[in-house]
Each structure stands twice: as structure tokens, then as C-alpha cells.
């Protein structure tokens, strides 16, 4: 498990989550969400 380093350095958003990458930028992603099924096209 990691942990906090520093706190609201970014403004979050809802829906998705950040992480800091290799490089040490912060990365955001858009978070899945489990259980919900694709509208079949």
C-alpha cells in the first residue's frame, strides 16, 4: 500500500483516480466501474 507524500496539491475530480507515475508526474485516469454493463451498439 502506498502512501501520502503530500495533500491537496490537485484538484480532483469525481470519477477519476490519481496516481504518480515512474517519472513522478501525477497521473489522472478514469476510474472502471465493476458490475456495470456496455450498452451493446
Same mark, same amino acid.
Given at each position: 500500500? #502506498?502512501?501520502?507524500?503530500a *495533500? /491537496?496539491?490537485?484538484? @480532483? $475530480?469525481?470519477g477519476f483516480l490519481y496516481y504518480v507515475d515512474g *517519472? #513522478?508526474?501525477v497521473c489522472e485516469a478514469k476510474m472502471? @466501474? #465493476?458490475g456495470r $454493463? $456496455? /450498452? /451493446?451498439?
Open positions: 500500500m #502506498g502512501k501520502i507524500i *495533500e /491537496k496539491v490537485v484538484d @480532483r $475530480k469525481p *517519472e #513522478g508526474n472502471a @466501474r #465493476g $454493463k $456496455k /450498452k /451493446k451498439k
